[in-house]
């Protein structure tokens, strides 16, 4: 199996800045990290992943750091806007299935 | 695009009783997955199937069972509800294991009185 854990749970930031959430996984095996995003109401949607291959990986205001030495993960989202406010959750899977962390719930204030 | 499919979309349940949960893709995808949603504990995969009559517990699967009758339908069942139990029940699928994209349905949210 595998066991992901996730802080901050709760992330209010001002508009414009930037947010950072960090994921620790405990399987060296996992190979694949991706992130998903669930705004209130909606199913999650994926919307950034980086395999194990690479450092970092950036798409559209989105940047995912892997330190696999450290079997850590990281979503920063720059110059953070009110739409990016909603739970966040990062994954991790060693070939089978996806193991969840416990979300971050990000607001971003006006 | 495809679309998963869930019903119901609420589901209101008396201690004891056997609940049954359905699930519906048409992207074809081979992988499909029963995932829990608990405030503050994100979300636990119950069972999963790689196909057709395939089925693997994930960490919760006490308490449950599942069917993959088809490619197409998964369904979830609570074997016995527990008074109080409030969750979201949540579907995925995607193209094979692991390290793919899965695609969720709109989930089925559970109340035990």
Same mark, same amino acid.
């Given at each position: 199996g595998?066991?992901?854990?996730?802080?901050?749970?709760i992330l209010?930031?001002?508009?414009g800045s930037?947010a950072?959430?960090?994921?620790?996984?405990?399987n060296?095996?996992?190979?694949?990290?991706p992130?998903?995003k669930?705004?209130?109401?909606?199913?999650?949607?994926?919307?950034?992943?980086i395999?194990s291959?690479m450092?970092?990986?950036?798409?559209?205001?989105?940047?995912?750091?892997?330190?696999?030495?450290a079997k850590r993960f990281?979503?920063h989202i720059?110059?953070t806007?009110?739409?990016d406010?909603?739970m966040?959750?990062c994954a991790?899977?060693n070939?089978?299935?996806l193991?969840?962390?416990?979300?971050t719930?990000l607001?971003?204030?006006? | 695009?495809? @679309?998963i499919t869930?019903?119901?979309?609420?589901? @209101?349940g008396q201690?004891g009783q056997?609940l049954?949960?359905k699930c519906?893709?048409?992207?074809?995808?081979?992988?499909?997955?029963w995932?829990r949603?608990?405030s503050?504990?994100g979300?636990r995969?119950?069972?999963?199937?790689?196909t057709?009559n395939?089925l693997q517990?994930?960490?919760?699967?006490?308490?449950?069972?599942?069917?993959?009758?088809?490619?197409?339908?998964?369904?979830?069942?609570?074997t016995?509800?527990?008074?109080?139990?409030?969750?979201?029940?949540?579907?995925?699928?995607s193209?094979g294991q692991g390290?793919?994209?899965?695609?969720?349905?709109?989930?089925t949210r559970?109340?035990?009185?």
């Open positions: 595998e066991q992901v854990e996730q802080l901050p749970s209010r930031v001002q508009e930037s950072s959430i960090n994921c620790t996984y405990e060296s095996a996992s190979n694949y990290f992130w998903y669930q705004e209130p109401g909606e199913n999650p949607k994926l919307i950034i992943d395999r291959n450092e970092r990986k950036q798409t559209q205001g989105l940047i995912v750091l892997l330190d696999k030495k990281s979503l720059t110059d806007q009110p739409g406010s909603a966040y959750f991790a899977s070939y089978n299935v193991y969840f962390g416990s979300g719930k607001t971003v204030e006006p | 695009g495809g @679309i869930q019903t119901p979309k609420f589901l @209101i201690e056997k049954t949960l519906q893709q048409n992207f074809n995808h081979d992988t499909m997955y995932y949603q608990d503050g504990k979300l995969l119950i069972y999963y199937s790689i057709e395939d517990k994930g960490d919760l699967s006490e308490g449950y069972d599942a069917s993959r009758e088809k490619k197409s339908s998964f369904s979830l069942t609570v016995s509800a527990q008074k109080n139990e409030m969750a979201v029940f949540l579907c995925a699928s193209m390290s793919e994209t899965l695609y969720f349905g709109s989930g559970l109340t035990v009185l």
